[in-house]
């Protein structure tokens, strides 16, 4: 079975009026050649089981089949609890 690990990252931005943020290439662009300033201040990892992965990934809209073999892993966990 494979690994799966979910990532957080909290990134503070500093401006002169309130940030909107787009998404993650406007808010680099914002910092790096814009008028913003910005700094990671945390990030933290954690290993996902195969279901958490799933339900992480239907959260954000995204298939499942990004990673390979989430779908036999999801199968595995279910025979093992089964047991």
Do not use: H
């Not at 993650?24 to 089981?49: F, H, I, K, P, R």
Request: some cysteine; aromatic content about 10%; proline content about 1%.
């Amino acid at each position: 079975m494979a690994k799966y690990y979910r990532t957080v990252i909290t990134y503070e931005v500093l401006s002169q009026d309130p940030y909107s943020f787009s998404n993650l290439a406007q808010t680099a662009y914002d910092v790096m050649e814009g008028d913003c300033s910005g700094m990671e201040l945390n990030t933290t990892s954690e290993e996902l089981t195969a279901q958490e992965m799933a339900e992480r990934m239907d959260a954000q809209g995204s298939d499942w089949s990004f990673f390979g073999g989430l779908e036999e892993d999801l199968e595995a966990e279910e025979e093992t609890e089964e047991k």
